[in-house]
């Protein structure tokens, strides 16, 4: 008599309890991030739980590295997706930007169509893009990709058997604005040496080599933040104290590299949010954080720094800072305590009151003060595992209070209390679970 089939879940139980500490270690060597090591190792098991026939593993670790490197290598092309559709928007006027939930649900399309259409030749993802985003016909399409109709009929074929499931997403990219985003990235995220650069990422992975992992980052996306010495996934912060002691607390989706030399205390902004605290420095060398815009020299200070859109918001709370745009000939500007201005390329902007609550999220807090609704939400969506979009009729309503950002739940059900406002929560298969604020 033939023994009873393994179960495949308890299968899967005993890998987990047995090697799951293993595996976010192996992680977070990758990563340098415990948090995003913790989510891709619960990845890693979810794949283990969605095959059918059970696994009885001879050498479970390897049989998790290999999967685990798969994961891995998902991971880092959704985020060459995510930062060529930033790019992609910051291009593009605001007043013709999507709105927050047009916006999740197309970049959910992006980066489904990129991971179906990869491994495809070029010219096949070319055809398929100008054919169900631009409308054109096969023969305009063979015109403007210079090969035969029957080429394009054959490119289709291929790309539409892999992009079928797809169908119901597609018309949301059609519209004028979107199509061109939605170009821009697909052209960004699949730019020449991208493939090459996954394979040298998946044989860091597999190999474990750390340095492998940085170089092949290094080069195949520059100052791509997900290579940085420090960075936060969505809704973490994280409190670094710094070799001077100096303290430096990143808000969700940062991201910094640090650089300590014999002359001088660098810290370059990668993307999102940071709080400094310097402090003295026995060898007397300058602090500097480095932006896109330009540098803001410390003098002694504390003071927050946001990335934008094209500026750099500058906060100062404590001492003063000086800020020098990147552009040769800009006038520099010192902010004193209590000073904001924003920081550009080629300019610094207007002086104005800081903020005193702007790095309430240090202490886990939103702190509004007759704030708008739409400007209230947009700062939810740095925290909210699922998107939360307010409807234009609602965005002018103002609000004031303090809310912890532990909980957005919690705040999503005072809202209507105290604004006339009502929160439906609607989920669907493909856009997932989002929240809209829509007036009463």
């Known amino acids: 008599m033939s023994p009873a089939p393994a179960d495949p879940a308890h299968t899967v139980e005993s890998l987990y309890a047995g090697h799951a500490h293993w595996l976010r270690r192996w992680l977070h060597g990758k990563l340098g991030d415990r948090h995003c090591a913790e989510d891709l190792a619960h990845d890693t098991f979810m794949r283990l739980l969605d095959r059918e026939e059970a696994l009885v593993p001879r050498e479970p670790r390897a049989l998790l590295t290999t999967i685990a490197s798969r994961v891995l290598v998902s991971h880092w092309r959704r985020r060459q997706v995510e930062a060529a559709w930033l790019d992609a928007l910051a291009a593009l006027p605001p007043a013709h930007h999507p709105d927050p939930e047009q916006q999740h649900i197309l970049l959910e399309t992006l980066v489904e169509i990129d991971r179906l259409l990869d491994g495809l030749p070029v010219l096949a993802k070319r055809a398929f893009l100008l054919s169900q985003l631009d409308g054109l016909t096969h023969a305009q399409v063979a015109a403007q990709l210079g090969i035969s109709v029957t080429t394009v009929k054959r490119h289709l074929l291929r790309a539409s058997q892999r992009c079928g499931c797809l169908d119901q997403r597609l018309p949301a990219l059609r519209q004028p604005h979107a199509a061109r985003l939605a170009h821009a990235t697909l052209a960004a995220a699949g730019g020449r040496g991208r493939r090459g650069a996954l394979k040298s990422l998946a044989a860091a992975c597999a190999l474990g080599g750390a340095a492998a992992w940085l170089v092949a980052g290094r080069q195949a996306a520059g100052r791509w933040p997900l290579l940085a010495d420090y960075r936060t996934g969505h809704g973490r912060r994280m409190a670094l104290r710094l070799d001077d002691g100096t303290r430096l607390t990143l808000n969700g989706d940062s991201a910094v590299d640090v650089h300590y030399g014999p002359a001088e205390r660098r810290i370059a902004l990668r993307a999102g949010e940071i709080l400094v605290e310097t402090a003295r420095d026995a060898l007397a060398r300058p602090f500097l954080v480095e932006t896109a815009q330009g540098l803001a020299q410390a003098l002694g200070t504390r003071y927050l720094l946001r990335q934008e859109g094209d500026a750099v918001r500058v906060d100062v709370f404590e001492g003063a800072v000086r800020l020098v745009p990147r552009r040769p000939g800009s006038a520099p500007a010192v902010l004193q305590a209590g000073q904001r201005a924003a920081l550009r390329a080629?300019?610094?902007?207007?002086?104005?009151?800081?903020?005193?609550?702007?790095?309430?999220?240090?202490?886990?807090?939103?702190?509004?003060?007759?704030?708008?609704?739409?400007?209230?939400?947009?700062?939810?969506?740095?925290?909210?595992?699922?998107?939360?979009?307010?409807?234009?009729?609602?965005?002018?309503?103002?609000?004031?209070?303090?809310?912890?950002?532990?909980?957005?739940?919690?705040?999503?059900?005072?809202?209507?209390?105290?604004?006339?406002?009502?929160?439906?929560?609607?989920?669907?298969?493909?856009?997932?679970?989002?929240?809209?604020?829509?007036?009463?």
């Not at 807090?365 to 234009?392: I, K």
């Not at 532990?406 to 006339?420: E, F, M, N, R």
Request: aromatic share 6%; hydrophobic share 45%; with cysteine.
């Open 346 to 440: 080629g300019g610094v902007g207007a002086v104005a009151a800081a903020d005193p609550d702007a790095a309430a999220w240090r202490d886990g807090m939103l702190v509004a003060s007759r704030m708008r609704l739409d400007a209230f939400v947009d700062e939810l969506n740095r925290y909210s595992a699922h998107p939360v979009a307010c409807a234009p009729e609602a965005a002018g309503l103002r609000l004031s209070g303090s809310y912890p950002l532990a909980d957005i739940g919690h705040i999503l059900h005072t809202l209507p209390q105290v604004l006339p406002v009502r929160v439906e929560t609607r989920r669907s298969a493909w856009a997932g679970k989002r929240t809209l604020i829509l007036p009463r």
